[in-house]
C-alpha cells in the first residue's frame, strides 16, 4: 500500500479497520495509570506545587492553583521525591521542625536543597488532595538500614523508634504508603551509586525484604533498565529478577520521545516503540517466571514517561553549574504535536492494561511537566494536558482488546509503524472511552467494526498537529490550545451504519477522544 506521507494529496484518504466487542477486553484500567511524578528538581517543588508566598497559597505554603489543576488532570498517584535526586538523599534531614533542617548539595542535579519540603509535608499534600502517594527510597549512597526505617516512619504504629519520630513531629496516624521504589535508574552510570546488576539485584533484595517485614502490606517497584537503549537492556532485567522476583510486584520502565532533526514521521510513531518496550520487559520477567516454573506475574511500573527533549535542548547533569534557588532546569514547552504524541502513548499505556497497572507521567509541574507556573503568578495548561486530562476522565472500567488493521509507513528510527493507533475502554454502566490517533499527514477514515455490539458515540475531543516552534509562557500554550484543541463536531466526523459498523474521520496528525456507548446488542 503506497505510504499516506508521500502518496498524492488528491487521492482517496486511507482506510483503516478497528474491531471492538464489550467481550474482547484485555485487562482493567487500574487507576494509578494516571501517576505523575514530583522530584526535587528544578522547580517542581519549589515555586511548582509549593510557594509560600504564593496568592493562593494554602496554610502549609502549597499553591492551592497548582492542587486545583492536578485535580483536572486527572493524577491519581504522585511518585517521590525522585528520581536521580533519592540516590543522595537523606530523608531524615527533612523531616521535623523546618527551622532546624539544614540545606545539602544535591549531587544529581547540582543544586542547594533547602529541605523546606520533606517526607510529611509530601505526604500531607496527597492527602489532602486524595492522591496516592509513590515513595522511592535511596539505594545509591544509602541501603537497607535507612529504606526500612523510612517504611516505619511512614506507616508503622506507635511504640517503635522512627513511628514515634513521626508522632513526635505531629503526625499521630500512620500514612499507610503501600507503593515503593527500590531506588531509581541504578543501571545508569550518571546514577549517584550506580551499580551492577548483580550488585544492585542483591541490595534490592535486602532491602525489600527488611521493608516487607516492617510492614507486609506494601508493594514494591524494582529498578528495570533506564531506556530500551541502555547496553546492558534484557539482560539487566534478567539477572535484577533472578535475586527479586519472589519479592517485588512490578518492574520499573523509563522512557521518553522527540523529534530530532525534524525527523516528524519518528516521532509520531514513538508510540510503536513504546510498544516494543513493553512488550520485551514482559518476555524479560515472563522468562525469569517461567525458568522459575512459578505462576506469579510481574507487571510493570512505566514510572517516568513523557516527550522530552534530552538530545537537543537538556546539556546534561554533569553541565549544570552548582545552582540556588529553585533553578529553571528541563522547563520544555510543549508544542500541538507533542501533544499529539503524548496522547497516542497514552493509547499504547491503555492496550497494555493487563501488564501496566501503573505509570507516571514525568513531570506534574514546570519540569517537562503538563502544568507551568510563574514564581508570584499564574499557573498554566501546557498542549500536553489536554490528551492526558481528557484520557484520565473517559478511560474506566475495561481496557478492550482492540484490533487495528491499517497501512503503515517508513520511520527511520522505528521501522514500520502503522498510521492509525486505537484504544477503547468499557466501564460496568456501558460508558465508551475511545481513543484514536492519526499519524498521517492526510485524512483517515476509520471503519469500526463492532458486529453484535451496539456503539453510540455522544462527544468527542480532538487535538492537531502543529508546525510551529513552542515557545514558553502562557499567552503560547493558550495560542496552541485555541488552534489545535477543539471539540469534535460528532454529527459530521461520526458516520453510524446499519451493519455493525461506524466510520469516523480522523484529521491528519491527530489525536482524538470519543466517548458515548457500547454495550452487547
Known sequence: MPDPRTAPSDRRAPRARVTLHPDFRRGAVDRRLFGSFVEHLGRAVYTGVYEPGHATADEHGFRRDVADLTRELGVSMVRYPGGNFVSNYVWEDAVGPVAERKPFLDLAWRTVEPNLVGTDEFLQWAEREGIEPMMAVNLGTRGVAAAAALVEYCNGEAGTRWADLRIAHGRTEPYGVKLWCLGNEMDGPWQIGHKDAHEYGKLAAEAGKAMKLVDPSISLVVCGSSSMQMPTFGEWERTVLSYTYDLVDHVSMHAYYEEVDGDRASFLASGTAMDRFIDRVVASADAVGAERRSDKKITISFDEWNVWYLETRFPGEANLPIQRDAPRIIEDVYSGLDAVVVGDLLVTLLNHADRVPVACLAQLVNV??????????????????????????????????????????????????????????????????????????????????????????????????????????????????????????????????????????????????????????
Open 368 to 521: 517537562i511537566a503538563p502544568i507551568m507556573t510563574e514564581p508570584g503568578g499564574e499557573a498554566w495548561r501546557q498542549p500536553t494536558f489536554h490528551p492526558f486530562a481528557t484520557t484520565a476522565r473517559l478511560a474506566r472500567g475495561t481496557a478492550l482488546d482492540v484490533r487495528v488493521d491499517a497501512p503503515t509507513y517508513g520511520t527511520a528510527r522505528h521501522g514500520d509503524a502503522p498510521v492509525v493507533t486505537a484504544a477503547a475502554t468499557v466501564d460496568d454502566d456501558g460508558s465508551l472511552g475511545l481513543f484514536l490517533t492519526n499519524r498521517s499527514d492526510h485524512e483517515v477514515e476509520v471503519d469500526l467494526a463492532h458486529v453484535g455490539a451496539a456503539l453510540g458515540v455522544s462527544e468527542g475531543w480532538q487535538m492537531v498537529a502543529d508546525h510551529e516552534a513552542a515557545v514558553a509562557g502562557p499567552e503560547h500554550a493558550a495560542k496552541v490550545a485555541d488552534s489545535c484543541w477543539s471539540a469534535v463536531d460528532v454529527a459530521a466526523a461520526v458516520t453510524p451504519g446499519t451493519d455493525g459498523s461506524t466510520t469516523v474521520r480522523l484529521a491528519p496528525e491527530s489525536w482524538t477522544a470519543l466517548a458515548g456507548t457500547f454495550a452487547r446488542a
